[in-house]
């Protein structure tokens, strides 16, 4: 193989890893704490996004916000935003954006893991474990409902006579 025909050497390195924004609500206390038979109801919602700084610098940001509730009050709401930055140099597009869609989340999930437990049990309540969560099925299942939607989409755009919106 010709010199000029190698494949580009391919470097990921982790920057730096950030809180870029934490709050934490307990709007039910001090009575919460009254009580001993309460079991309240957790949500979670999980996304992650991706901005370029410069040429090869990335930043994704995990965005984990969790909320248990009893009925329709609110036990307590953590809403954390997990940042790092990552030299990405040499891959395809399709493997930044595998990169950044799962390999780096995946990188800052124990950092958001960390926080959200310590908060939460600085707040006064039992220990609070975050499960562990597979980002590479989380985007394989996001790229294929992406897909799912453009293909709908241009089928519907060519059925309605100009692809309006729906």
């Given at each position: 193989?010709?010199?000029?025909?190698?494949?580009?050497?391919?470097?990921?390195?982790?920057?730096?890893?950030?809180?870029?924004?934490?709050?934490?609500?307990?709007?039910?206390?001090?009575?919460?704490?009254?009580r001993?038979?309460?079991?309240?109801?957790?949500?979670?919602?999980?996304?992650s996004?991706?901005?370029?700084?410069?040429?090869?610098?990335?930043?994704?940001?995990?965005?984990?916000?969790?909320?248990a509730?009893?009925?329709?009050?609110?036990?307590?709401?953590?809403?954390?935003?997990?940042?790092?930055?990552?030299?990405?140099?040499?891959?395809?597009?399709?493997?930044?954006?595998?990169?950044?869609?799962s390999?780096?989340?995946?990188?800052?999930?124990?950092?958001?893991?960390?926080?959200?437990?310590?908060?939460?049990?600085?707040?006064?309540?039992?220990?609070?474990?975050?499960?562990?969560?597979?980002?590479?099925?989380?985007?394989?299942?996001?790229?294929?409902?992406?897909?799912?939607?453009?293909?709908?989409?241009?089928?519907?755009?060519d059925?309605?006579?100009?692809?309006?919106?729906?």
């Open positions: 193989m010709a010199e000029n025909e190698q494949a580009p050497d391919k470097q990921l390195a982790i920057q730096k890893i950030y809180v870029k924004d934490f709050s934490f609500e307990s709007p039910c206390t001090p009575q919460v704490f009254q001993q038979d309460w079991s309240p109801k957790t949500d979670l919602n999980l996304r996004s991706h901005t370029t700084i410069a040429d090869k610098t990335h930043e994704v940001v995990l965005s984990i916000t969790i909320e509730k009893e009925e329709d009050k609110t036990i307590f709401l953590v809403e954390l935003q997990q940042a790092g930055l990552f030299h990405i140099d040499g891959y395809t597009d399709e493997e930044l954006k595998a990169i950044v869609g390999f780096c989340p995946n990188i800052l999930f124990p950092y958001s893991r960390e926080s959200i437990a310590g908060i939460i049990s600085k707040g006064g309540f039992p220990e609070f474990i975050l499960q562990p969560i597979n980002f590479d099925a989380l985007y394989a299942q996001g790229m294929a409902q992406a897909e799912a939607e453009a293909t709908a989409t241009a089928e519907g755009g059925n309605n006579g100009g692809g309006a919106a729906h």
